[in-house]
Structures are given as structure tokens and as C-alpha cells.
Nanobody, 117 residues
């Protein structure tokens, strides 16, 4: 069973950049549908981006298009989320998830990202 762990969260000034990394063990990310979600205070969890086993992004949340990039490093068995031009509304707990056949069954514990104005 695959296990996921996020890292790279922290505090950043608006307009800055931050990269989150999702490290996998017990399974290879290239065989799963991978995704990043986020949950802001008082809000429901939202899908940010997906990355298929074909090696490309298949979905982007409208508010992050052009600012965020999702990538997969097969050698490191990780999926990263590069966040640029960050805004205060990007503040949230970011979760990495993996799934098979369209459902996300495996989740990381989350990484806090705080963007100050």
C-alpha cells in the first residue's frame, strides 16, 4: 500500500514562490493518478491539480492556472507542486493524494502553506 508524505510548506510573502514535495513509499507514483488538494480555513477541500500516469497534468483549479506547476520525478518517486506568484487566498493546508481508477484512496498528512499580504 502506497504511503504519501508532504514537505516544503511554510510562510511566504505574497508574490513569492514555494515548492511542495510529495514523497511516496510502498508504491511508485508513476502507476497512480496523483493529485494535490488544498483546504483553506472554514472551507471545504478543493482539487488543485492532477497528474496522470501518462506523465502530464490533466486538471488545474482555475484560480491557480498559470501560477502553479505539477511535476513527477520518477527517480525520486515524488510528485511536486511548484507554486509561484502566491496570493493570500492560496493559504491552506495542501494534501497529496494517489488513486486508482478515478478515486483517491491514499492521502498524505498535509502541509501548511501561509501567504502573507
Amino acid at each position: 500500500q502506497i504511503h504519501l508524505a508532504e514537505s516544503g510548506g511554510g510562510l511566504v510573502q505574497a508574490g513569492g514562490s514555494l515548492t511542495l514535495s510529495c514523497a511516496a513509499s510502498g508504491g511508485t507514483v508513476s502507476t497512480y493518478l496523483m493529485a494535490w488538494f488544498r483546504q483553506a480555513p472554514g472551507e471545504v477541500r478543493k482539487l488543485v491539480a492532477t497528474f496522470s500516469s501518462r506523465g502530464r497534468a490533466s486538471y488545474w483549479l482555475d484560480t491557480v492556472k498559470g501560477r502553479f506547476t505539477i511535476s513527477r520525478d520518477d527517480a525520486k518517486n515524488t510528485v511536486d507542486l511548484q507554486m509561484n506568484m502566491l496570493k493570500p487566498e492560496d493559504t491552506a493546508i495542501y494534501y497529496c493524494a494517489a488513486g486508482i481508477d478515478g478515486s483517491y484512496d491514499f492521502w498524505g498528512q498535509g502541509a501548511q502553506v501561509t501567504v502573507s499580504s
